[in-house]
């Protein structure tokens, strides 16, 4: 079964500095996987998605992510943080090949952006 | 650019009422979903629904809930006695094909608060 796991519930950066959110998945086949953000009171956003093609995923917003099949990983990064930034993050993966399957989520990561 | 919406954006009801949430999917997308999120907790499975049919679904979608594409465009879903437990924010999400024929990510409605007093 499919399955991902955020290595961390809460991350805290200052603004300006860079942001890593981390995520590691498990998968019986070549997975997709995605990045989701859910700002306070707000429905979820895809941020970036790897679906078997090259493996640095750029997103919106500056954001991206690498997929590393040795390390099972999937991490998102930003080299500089913004305090419209500050939201939970969920790593995703869909459940089977042809992504018409449902959607696994991660825990969330709260980023938390400081002055 | 096309999007998902949902209404009501929140929704208060009594302990045993029934709700229907309502979803309109993006207009040429064939596969529906419908996911929720409890307060503090991540974002679970309901049901997909592909070609007027439950594709798929969790062990959270019992004989209480139900889903129908009534007309060709929405898309509801429908709790029949409400409990405690249900309250939570209600994702619709839609899927279709991309350019090149694949299909890539789900598009997320707003979502439904619901709040069973």
């Known amino acids: 079964a499919q399955s991902v796991t955020q290595l961390d519930s809460h991350v805290s950066v200052s603004e300006g500095t860079p942001v890593l959110l981390r995520c590691n998945y498990s998968?019986?086949?070549?997975?997709?996987l995605f990045w989701y953000v859910q700002h306070p009171n707000k429905g979820l956003q895809l941020l970036l998605k790897?679906?078997?093609?090259?493996?640095l995923v750029k997103g919106i917003n500056g954001f991206e992510a690498e997929f590393k099949k040795s390390e099972t990983s999937f991490h998102l990064t930003k080299p500089s943080a913004h305090m419209s930034d500050a939201a939970e993050y969920f790593c995703?993966?869909?459940?089977?090949?042809?992504?018409?399957?449902?959607?696994?989520f991660g825990q969330g990561t709260t980023l938390q952006v400081k002055p | 650019e096309p999007e998902v919406t949902q209404t009501p954006s929140h929704q208060v009801t009594q302990m045993g009422q029934e709700v229907i949430l309502r979803c309109v999917p993006i207009?040429?997308?064939?596969?529906f979903y419908w996911y929720r999120q409890i307060l503090g907790q991540k974002v679970e499975f309901l049901v997909s629904?592909?070609?007027?049919?439950?594709?798929?679904k969790s062990e959270i979608f019992d004989d209480q809930f139900s889903v129908e594409r009534p007309d060709g465009s929405n898309f509801t879903l429908k709790i029949r006695s409400t409990k405690l437990e249900d309250s939570a924010m209600y994702f619709c999400?839609?899927?279709?094909?991309?350019?090149?024929?694949?299909?890539?990510?789900?598009?997320f409605g707003p979502g439904t608060r619901l709040t069973v007093l």
């Open positions: 995703v993966v869909s459940d089977r090949p042809g992504n018409t399957g449902k959607l696994i």
């Open positions: 998968s019986s086949y070549s997975p997709s």
């Open positions: 790897y679906t078997s093609a090259a493996t």
């Open positions: 207009s040429n997308h064939l596969y």
């Open positions: 629904f592909y070609n007027n049919e439950i594709s798929e």
């Open positions: 999400a839609s899927l279709g094909q991309g350019t090149t024929g694949s299909y890539n990510e789900q598009f």
